[in-house]
């Protein structure tokens, strides 16, 4: 069923104008606070974002950020990084987490990449996000979660197989473990 899941995932970017309920928001947030993190420090915290004026400024974030007008909800997944060394991996797996959530749970959900990016010559997507959600300086942001109800026009790409070439037995470079499915 896990696999089903997996298979499922995919990112919408397109989303109806309906609300998420309540108890979907904290099925979401619940998700992300269950991860896993390195010495269980768990240095992530969820900025959860559903005020309109809010989400057109996330969405001018950076480019390809532009999808989370329309979502419903925005996540900001949020780290202190004077915890742990590792909240780049911790925070990976809380929105990892969120994304499988929402998939679960019937919504359309895309991860807007905010590490490492710039929202201008002069300010990063970071540091912009950090303005808008009014975050204190020790925290970095990692990415939003944009999540929705898919817009039924946002036809699901695709799936492609997974690549077993990526698969190696024992060494590097022996092959896949196992034979593609016949
Ligand atoms: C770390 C990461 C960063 C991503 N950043 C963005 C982004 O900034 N904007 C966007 O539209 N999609 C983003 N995506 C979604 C990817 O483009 C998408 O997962 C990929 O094309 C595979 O498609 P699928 O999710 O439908 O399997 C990101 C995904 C990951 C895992």
């Given at each position: 069923m896990f696999i089903e899941l997996l298979t499922r995932r995919t990112s919408v970017r397109s989303f109806t104008d309906d609300t998420l309920t309540r108890d979907e928001i904290d099925a979401l947030v619940e998700a992300g606070l269950r991860s896993p993190s390195s010495r269980r420090i768990d240095p992530w915290?969820?900025?959860?974002?559903?005020?309109?004026?809010?989400?057109?400024?996330?969405?001018?974030?950076?480019?390809g950020a532009e999808f989370l007008a329309?979502?419903?909800?925005?996540?900001?997944?949020?780290?202190?990084t004077t915890m742990t060394d590792v909240w780049v991996e911790d925070c990976s797996i809380a929105a990892s987490n969120i994304w499988l959530a929402a998939t679960d749970l019937g919504l359309g959900a895309c991860?807007?990449?905010?590490r490492n990016r710039s929202h201008s010559d002069s300010l990063s997507a970071g540091e912009y996000v950090r303005q808008l959600l009014a975050i204190p300086d020790r925290y970095a942001v990692e990415a939003v979660m944009g999540i929705g109800r898919p817009a039924p026009s946002d036809a699901p790409a695709p799936r492609r197989a997974p690549d077993r070439t990526k698969i190696h037995r024992e060494r590097f470079g022996n092959g896949p473990t196992q034979e593609p499915d016949q």
């Open positions: 915290e969820f900025v959860v974002v559903t005020e309109k004026d809010t989400l057109h400024g996330l969405a001018e974030a950076k480019p329309g979502a419903a909800v925005a996540i900001a997944v949020i780290a202190d991860w807007a990449q905010v």
